[in-house]
């Protein structure tokens, strides 16, 4: 009998918890919805502000300005983390052509990849060889490269679903192309902007060379989808055609930067670290407003609408503005190693960092222990539309604090609209829309709450109050 | 023994069903993302013809298009249905401004709601009264309306996930508010535009005056939020402030035109009928890319693509461009009545009417029995993140075509950018993804594969056999 009175007990406590997480939920996105200040933040960051590649004028910009505000919030503690980051810089704008015969021209929108080397000050023309891909381009040997364009054209795949997927499948073009074609004698590599829509705009990006000598690195453009296009058919018709291409990008001495942080100390166990965060650099050619803008002012957010939702943390909650995402991830690693110099322990981290789209819910990172426990919440976010929890990656910057017993999480919103923007000088704040950041920011901060109050590592945890 | 043998073949078969539904459905997915013809088809209807109002040359020249174009994709049958639809015309822009004192005036943006009278050749000034619905109005009564303009000023309610819910939560400010105010001796209505952004577009819509008589027909229009915002606040400052606008618009006699219809005869059961549609006509602000010109290219695409993936329907499968949606529904009731006529049976109907935004699932109006069957293929639709599977209303076209036995069903894509463009002159092309329109007819195309292959009605037909 005793047993059977409590058993009720728990199971009325369970049900009252379940409604109670019903209600804070809800006020969570209400607060988002109406009362949200994200969005205000992307437009000062996109549009007062700007593009934000690390280690430029607008990136330091950045820092103070989300210091600034997180200073606003009331948090219990707010600073920088310095941070030495790569300086590389565009320079003038490209410009390149493709040449039919000597004084007949079309002109193509090119942009250099980011790292990338300038061309001569003349700027480089030759004959161009288009490739599907590395495995192609060695097949071809030296022979079919030496003192060629490389054109890498192999487009991203239209029939997968997650669009990162199909970026997944095609980045190694971009990133690596230029070192193998460098190693075969080519003299500049063109890639095919890793954009699933037939644009105008060309897509930066990351590269490398790896540990090429000095004379094998070679410029590396990424032209526009319609350009490739173009290229390819002009190819076709005259493989003789030339390409010519002009750049003036360099890389500088690493300079000081810094990731912003704020936080919220747990009032149980201030021990147990949540981390919530974006990049707060992005590329220079559009505003950054989608990469990753808008993860950035989504998990300031995230430590506003928890407060704003009255709830006091049981664990410390840190919302973390990554420096250097795009090219080179030194504040994701110097946050972990600082972390670890510290002996802190970071039960959570959450990044988003794919778009300020309508959110579908999370990927994420754990043992079977906890994302069973995570599953079981899904009825929470039903009503919110949140459907899609699988296991996956989480973030870049995130990926660092990955440890056996932790959990790592990747906000997952709608991919079919990012690669249109990503990297691009369309990659601006007018193309985010409010409703749909605030949903991200409010689905975030409903996943923090449920962490802060459940914990991590469920089973063990009961198991440890048995022995 | 006997038994078991029986009932490893019906696994097996059953097993073997699945793995052809999941490779069709990936063929129709495949097909529609590579070679769909839903945005071209777009293209065209938005920007070669642009807004196609009832009884306009526009909506005359998309039903040549569209009937052109389905002639071309080698169906059994097409044709046009005759239906006599109203005519609305909007004349001259509209013109309105606040007036804080005479001569000092503030211009807003308006625009008429559809099926509104004029303003007199010389427009009309008055003071304003702001309320938030038609409740309030009738509290206030005569005294306080009489020979003002009643401004409805009820904003949506950001809150709801679902933005067709805010939206039902508001419209009928817009739809009766004239009526409501012109019996208590209003001069004209102003509505706040049925939109959840702050923006600078009116929304237009379709309106009432029930049986009013014709001196208490007042004229009605929709106030962009910006200005309405402007406007309440102008207001609570100096509640004399006058406000004037002028507009020319003027309901004409009906006049004759046009659903355009489609069809694969089933090999089958040619008797059972299955519709997949949207309305051809929109208002006449924007082109109607997403209001419904998505709706209909995605409809039109379905029948292709049923084709291109080699399926050979046993039923019958129609596609309806529906006319007159927007202010009148006479496509709709007319092609019910037709079918009614001709003692033809609707097994199945599909509306694609929200936007050509991200697919998330489909409404169903429909019993259990049918509701369970097709909650029992959502597994097929898990890989393209198609999730939502709700009982709920159809399409305002399709919905006559009800009956106690059939399936109607809507077409349910990402809500949150909907209202954004709605009945404004930013419903346009450039604000419809190709993927996302493309994803939607799969998904559409789907759907209507399985209800071909599997039928309605799954328990009663096994019933039937066991009897």
Same mark, same amino acid.
């Given at each position: ?115 990338? #080397? ?12 288009? #490739? ?336």
């Amino acid at each position: 009998m005793k047993i059977k009175i409590l058993s009720i007990i728990v199971l009325f406590t369970m049900l009252l918890h379940a409604q109670d997480d019903k209600e804070t939920i809800k006020k969570i996105y209400d607060s988002s919805l109406t009362n949200g200040m994200s969005y205000e933040w992307l437009e000062h960051l996109s549009n007062d502000i700007g593009g934000r590649l690390s280690g430029s004028l607008n990136a330091e910009r950045a820092v103070a300005y989300t210091k600034e505000e997180l200073e606003k919030l009331g948090l219990d503690k707010v600073w920088l983390q310095p941070v030495m980051v790569p300086r590389w810089i565009r320079g003038n704008p490209e410009f390149a052509y493709i040449e039919t015969k000597p004084g007949e021209t079309v002109g193509v929108n090119i942009c250099a990849l980011g790292g990338s #080397v300038a061309t001569s000050s003349l700027g480089v023309k030759a004959k161009v060889i288009e #490739v599907k891909g590395i495995e192609e381009l060695r097949e071809l040997g030296r022979t079919a490269v030496e003192g060629k364009i490389v054109f890498f054209n192999r487009p991203m795949d239209e029939t997968l679903i997650q669009t990162f997927n199909a970026y997944g499948g095609c980045v190694d073009q971009r990133y690596s192309g230029a070192m193998e074609a460098g190693k075969l004698g080519a003299v500049g590599t063109l890639v095919r902007s890793m954009n699933l829509r037939l644009d105008d705009y060309p897509h930066t990006g990351s590269m490398t060379y790896g540990n090429l000598p000095n004379e094998q690195r070679i410029p590396s453009a990424a032209i526009s989808t319609n350009h490739a296009e173009l290229l390819s058919t002009m190819l076709k018709l005259d493989k003789d055609i030339k390409f010519y291409f002009k750049q003036n990008c360099k890389q500088l001495k690493d300079v000081k930067s810094y990731n912003v942080i704020g936080e919220i100390t747990g009032r149980e166990f201030p021990n147990e670290i949540m981390v919530v965060g974006g990049h707060l650099d992005s590329w220079d050619l559009g505003d950054g407003a989608h990469d990753d803008g808008a993860g950035c002012v989504q998990s300031m957010d995230v430590l506003r609408l928890i407060k704003l939702s009255g709830i006091k943390p049981k664990r410390t909650l840190r919302v973390v503005l990554f420096m250097n995402e795009e090219n080179g991830l030194r504040g994701g690693k110097k946050y972990a190693a600082e972390a670890n110099r510290k002996g802190e322990k970071h039960i959570f981290a959450l990044e988003s960092d794919a778009g300020g789209f309508t959110p579908r819910g999370f990927s994420f990172d754990c043992d079977a222990n906890n994302f069973n426990q995570i599953l079981s919440w899904k009825p929470l976010f039903a009503p919110y539309l949140i459907h899609y929890f699988k296991k996956g990656g989480s973030g870049a910057d995130v990926g660092p604090l990955k440890t056996d017993n932790n959990v790592l999480s990747g906000l997952r919103p709608d991919s079919q609209r990012y690669f249109d923007h990503h990297h691009a000088a369309n990659d601006t704040f007018e193309h985010v829309n409010k409703r749909e950041l605030e949903l991200g920011a409010a689905t975030m901060t409903a996943l923090v709450f449920l962490i802060d109050k459940y914990g991590i590592n469920p089973i063990k945890n009961h198991q440890k109050i048995k022995d």
